[in-house]
C-alpha cells in the first residue's frame, strides 16, 4: 500500500546550522509533496510543497528537492534559528487537495 | 491564508459515552474534508474521507459505525466516536482542501482536539 518513510525521527542543531529532511515514497502515481510544521498541542501548518514536474523548490530558508525516479524527497532549512524548532511531517498525494499519507515525524531541535 | 476550526478543543468523557467533534471551514466551502488522528509522538493517521452530500470513504481499518461521519454542509463535517474507549483517547484533527479558480489546492488543518477517555 501506500506509504512514506521519513528520516531522521530527532535532528538536533546548532542555531545557523543547515537541517535536512529526507522522505521515501511508495506510489509511483504520487504528484504532490508537501511539508509540514507542527508545533506541540496544534494543527500541522504547511511550510513548503513541490509537485512532480518540478525538481526544487526554494522559499527563503527553506528549500524542497524531488527526485521521482528515486521517489525520494528532501526537505532543506538553511540558517536555523530556536523558533524553527517543532516537528516536521512529510506527506505525499496523488493529486493536491487529495487525501495525504504522512511519514512518520521528524523533531528538530535548534539548540541557541 | 483561509482558517479552518474545531470544537472542542479539548473533551474528557467516560468510557461508553458518545463524542462529536466537529470540522468547520469558516471562510470558504468544502465538499471534501479529511480526519486523521494522531497519538502521542506519531504520525497523522487519515481515518476518512468526508464527502459533502454522501457517505464517507473509510480507510482500511477504521471502523465506519464506531467513527460517524457527517458532512451536511459545504462547511461543517462532523466526527462522532460512538461508545468511546481508552484506547480511542488521541488527537484528532480534520483538513479541508481550499479549490481556487486557479487550481491551487491547498489543503488547511484544524487545531485539532484532544479526546481524552477515562
Known amino acids: 500500500g501506500e506509504n512514506v518513510e521519513q528520516h531522521p525521527s530527532t535532528l538536533s542543531v546548532q542555531e545557523g546550522d543547515s537541517a535536512v529532511i529526507k522522505c521515501t515514497y511508495s506510489?509511483?502515481?504520487?504528484?504532490?509533496f508537501p511539508w509540514y510544521k507542527q508545533e506541540l498541542g496544534k494543527g500541522p501548518q504547511l511550510i513548503i510543497d513541490i509537485r512532480s514536474n518540478v525538481g526544487e523548490k526554494k522559499d527563503q530558508r527553506i528549500a524542497v528537492t524531488l527526485n521521482k525516479t528515486a521517489k525520494h524527497f528532501s526537505l532543506h532549512i538553511t540558517e536555523t534559528q530556536p523558533e524553527d524548532s517543532a516537528v516536521y511531517f512529510c506527506a505525499a498525494s496523488k493529486y493536491q487537495g487529495g487525501k495525504l499519507i504522512f511519514g512518520q515525524g521528524t523533531e528538530l531541535s535548534v539548540k541557541p | 491564508g483561509a482558517v479552518v476550526s474545531q470544537h472542542p478543543s479539548w473533551v474528557i468523557c467516560k468510557s461508553g459515552t458518545s463524542v462529536k467533534i466537529e470540522c468547520r471551514s469558516l471562510?470558504?466551502?468544502?465538499?471534501?474534508m479529511f480526519w486523521y488522528r494522531q497519538f502521542p509522538k506519531q504520525s497523522l493517521m487519515l481515518m476518512a474521507t468526508?464527502?459533502?452530500?454522501?457517505?464517507?470513504?473509510?480507510e482500511q481499518g477504521v471502523e465506519k459505525d464506531k467513527f460517524l461521519i457527517n458532512h451536511a454542509s459545504l462547511t461543517l463535517s462532523t466526527l462522532t466516536v460512538t461508545s468511546a474507549h481508552p484506547e480511542d483517547s488521541s488527537f484528532y484533527i480534520c483538513?479541508?482542501?481550499?479549490?481556487?479558480?486557479?487550481?491551487?489546492?491547498?489543503?488547511?488543518f484544524g487545531p485539532g482536539t484532544r479526546l481524552t477517555v477515562l
Open positions: 506510489d509511483s502515481a504520487s504528484n504532490y
Open positions: 483538513s479541508a482542501p481550499l479549490w481556487t479558480s486557479e487550481a491551487y489546492n491547498e489543503q488547511f
Open positions: 468526508s464527502n459533502e452530500g454522501s457517505k464517507a470513504t473509510y
Open positions: 471562510d470558504f466551502q468544502a465538499t471534501t
